[in-house]
């Protein structure tokens, strides 16, 4: 594998080079982004949900703070705040809102750092190809027209073939780059609309899921 890296380096030239840095550089970060997402626990709800399942059902309790409080990630802090401000400011919805989306929009910024280096190898490798194989191209003409009539196809085939590499080499680490990112994206797309979603039942949703389940409760009696 080492040799065939090797040789792709010698015949793409410069260019070549470049966009294998950029490649190691993009798989480095998507690495550690797996591990700064596993940390932040993006994707996994089950705390939180069960902290708002013990709001609703159990009333406001620092209880169901509790159980979320202190955990890192976008939507155990954000959820966090919205407790905690509904437990000891219940006649400040709104300025505990504004503070919901403030924290909720720093932490989702920390998730996503490191993501732009990602998404520019993945718009820039393509070019940088490209580039290659224009400058291939020229290298290969110019060869023509030093030959003369004395022209060799088997030559200037070989020269378009080795320009057409870096557009090859571009578009092989674009292309997982585009798709990486875009994974990442939709995970933290997931993670914002959670978190407006039980954010909301903490501010608004607590009055009405105990009257639904004072109303199940009702039915259960009527029934039995």
């Given at each position: ?132 194989t224009v400058i291939g191209m020229i290298d290969a003409f110019q060869a023509l027209q030093a ?28 292309i997982p780059c585009s798709l990486i990112a875009t994974w990442f994206d939709a995970r933290i ?36």
């Open positions: 594998m080492l040799d065939y890296v090797l040789s792709l380096n010698e015949k793409g030239g410069p260019v070549v080079t470049i966009l294998l840095v950029l490649s190691v550089a993009a798989l480095a970060m998507a690495l550690y982004k797996l591990w700064h997402f596993h940390r932040l626990g993006i994707g996994r709800h089950d705390a939180a949900r069960d902290a708002l399942t013990l709001w609703q059902t159990g009333g406001p309790s620092p209880a169901a703070l509790a159980k979320i409080d202190g955990r890192p990630g976008p939507l155990p802090v954000a959820l966090a705040h919205a407790m905690r401000g509904m437990l000891y400011h219940p006649e400040k919805g709104k300025l505990v809102r504004e503070d919901i989306d403030a924290v909720a929009g720093r932490e989702i910024a920390a998730a996503r750092r490191g993501l732009r280096l990602i998404e520019t190898v993945a718009q820039v490798a393509p070019l940088l190809g490209l580039f290659g030959a003369g009539a004395m022209v060799d196809p088997s030559v200037l085939a070989g020269g378009i073939w080795v320009a057409l590499l870096t557009t090859a080499v571009g578009l092989a680490i674009a797309e997931r993670e914002i609309e959670t978190i407006e979603e039980m954010a909301t039942a903490i501010l608004t949703g607590s009055l009405t899921a105990t009257g639904g389940a004072a109303e199940r409760r009702s039915e259960r009696i009527a029934a039995g």
